[in-house]
């Protein structure tokens, strides 16, 4: 389970870094999703699988929908 923890913690950072300094609104928005998906690894490798849940279901959601309304305009 650690190697789950440091290589998810790795991508959130490195997707975090990339989502901030992205130009192109999409890209970033992307980036911002996987940085979330990797949140979710790290709870749910710490033993909390229900805020793992949490954070993909609303906040990745949510930026997932974000996204969708983006493409459209």
Do not use: C, W
Request: aromatic share 10%; charged share 5%; glycine share 4%.
């Amino acid at each position: 389970m650690q190697i789950a923890f440091y290589s998810a913690a790795a991508i959130a950072i490195f997707a975090t870094v990339m989502a901030i300094t992205q130009s192109n609104a999409v890209h970033a928005l992307l980036y911002l999703a996987a940085s979330l998906v990797a949140a979710g690894v790290v709870f749910y490798t710490l033993g909390a699988p229900f805020v793992a849940a949490l954070e993909l279901i609303i906040y990745a959601g949510a930026i997932m929908v974000l996204l969708d309304r983006k493409s459209v305009v």
